[in-house]
């Protein structure tokens, strides 16, 4: 029982870091296609920001969105494959 609480906790905090993940990402993007269209307007203050938090901060946080959806891709596929293995026995 203890150990079945312990892991939706664990299911639960991840969760919740996976989805602020997300909204940082959209965030993000949405701050980037802002950034374009200032540069385009001639203001280049925010295309620099872009450039300077890119490598340290969203990059991550694009791995960190993508690898959370291939494990979780993964596992659905697994947990759907067990089943119907349980199922023919």
Do not use: C, H, Y
């Not at 892991?7 to 905090?13: A, C, S």
């Not at 989805?19 to 980037?32: E, G, H, P, R």
């Amino acid at each position: 029982m203890i150990k079945e609480n312990n892991q939706n906790k664990l299911k639960q905090i991840i969760d919740n870091l996976l989805l602020i993940n997300l909204f940082l990402v959209i965030f993000f993007s949405i701050f980037f296609i802002f950034a374009i269209i200032m540069q385009l307007n001639g203001i280049s203050i925010f295309i620099k920001f872009i450039q300077i938090v890119w490598n340290p901060l969203v990059v991550p946080l694009i791995t960190i969105l993508i690898i959370g959806a291939l494990v979780n891709g993964i596992n659905s596929w697994w947990r759907r494959k067990l089943l119907s293995q349980e199922e023919d026995i």
